[in-house]
């Protein structure tokens, strides 16, 4: 599968974090640094609302609310557990808070170099938030770095039918009542827990709450 256009329209980032995570399945992200070319095809995502959305960063910390309300389609960049670096593509309506992380990758382009950024030849290259990220050789400091200006990261659609399925949010303690990961079942990529529903663009109306809801 190889990249058709690179998504610069703003507009595609500001909706709500529930319609981006789903349509960012099967898009490809592009990086280009170190005179190194990597790709790969996005295959699992996890949604992430504002402050009613407890098991959003915006929820219990105000920087971390300033940044999700940030410029749509802009990275925020985070250390988790203090170890892994984790990938999230900013998105929501305007005047709203939310981001999406990427949690998996089919690798397209460049596994020698994936594979030599992760340490060698038998590790995971794309499987996982934080291993994905060392593949990509993305760094805390790509924070707002922005997807539609960048030289560097670039994210573009793809032709593709693959199906999509949704479940709970993994990894997590709070916010397990929404059904907003997203993940490509077809992908050998996606990580272990695959139990879940297919699901339609048409049907994630349904995902998304009313607004003054806590997501709990």
Same mark, same amino acid.
Request: proline residues 6%.
């Given at each position: 599968?190889?990249?058709?256009?690179?998504?610069?329209?703003?507009?595609?980032?500001?909706?709500?974090?529930?319609?981006?995570?789903?349509?960012?399945?099967?898009?490809?992200?592009?990086?280009?640094?170190?005179?190194?070319?990597?790709?790969?095809?996005?295959?699992?995502?996890?949604?992430?609302?504002?402050?009613?959305?407890?098991?959003?960063?915006?929820?219990?910390?105000?920087?971390?609310?300033?940044?999700?309300?940030?410029?749509?389609?802009?990275?925020?960049?985070?250390?988790?557990?203090?170890?892994?670096?984790? $990938?999230? %593509?900013?998105?929501?309506?305007? &005047?709203?808070? #939310?981001?999406? /992380?990427? !949690?998996?990758?089919?690798? +397209?382009?460049? $596994?020698? %170099?994936?594979?030599?950024?992760? &340490?060698?030849? #038998?590790?995971? /290259?794309? !499987?996982?938030?934080?291993? +994905?990220?060392?593949?990509?050789?993305?760094?805390?400091?790509?924070?707002?770095?922005?997807?539609?200006?960048?030289?560097?990261?670039?994210?573009?659609?793809?032709?593709?039918?693959?199906?999509?399925?949704?479940?709970?949010?993994?990894?997590?303690?709070?916010?397990?009542?929404?059904?907003?990961?997203?993940?490509?079942?077809?992908?050998?990529?996606?990580?272990?827990?695959?139990?879940?529903?297919?699901?339609?663009?048409?049907?994630?109306?349904?995902?998304?709450?009313?607004?003054?809801?806590?997501?709990?």
């Amino acid at each position: 599968m190889t990249p058709d256009r690179r998504i610069v329209d703003r507009r595609w980032f500001e909706r709500h974090p529930v319609l981006v995570a789903y349509d960012l399945i099967g898009t490809v992200i592009r990086v280009v640094r170190d005179g190194a070319e990597v790709a790969g095809r996005i295959v699992e995502t996890e949604a992430y609302a504002g402050s009613l959305d407890l098991a959003s960063h915006a929820s219990r910390r105000q920087s971390a609310r300033d940044l999700l309300s940030g410029t749509p389609g802009t990275l925020y960049m985070y250390r988790s557990y203090g170890i892994h670096t984790m $990938l999230n %593509i900013v998105g929501h309506e305007p &005047g709203q808070t #939310g981001a999406i /992380l990427i !949690r998996a990758l089919d690798p +397209l382009q460049g $596994l020698d %170099i994936m594979e030599r950024r992760r &340490g060698g030849a #038998g590790k995971p /290259l794309t !499987r996982g938030p934080g291993v +994905l990220t060392q593949a990509l050789g993305l760094r805390l400091s790509d924070l707002h770095l922005d997807l539609i200006t960048s030289d560097e990261v670039a994210l573009f659609s793809a032709a593709g039918d693959s199906p999509v399925m949704a479940s709970t949010r993994i990894g997590i303690t709070r916010g397990l009542s929404t059904d907003w990961r997203f993940f490509d079942p077809t992908s050998p990529h996606v990580s272990a827990h695959r139990r879940g529903a297919e699901i339609s663009g048409d049907q994630l109306a349904s995902l998304i709450p009313s607004p003054g809801t806590i997501i709990e």
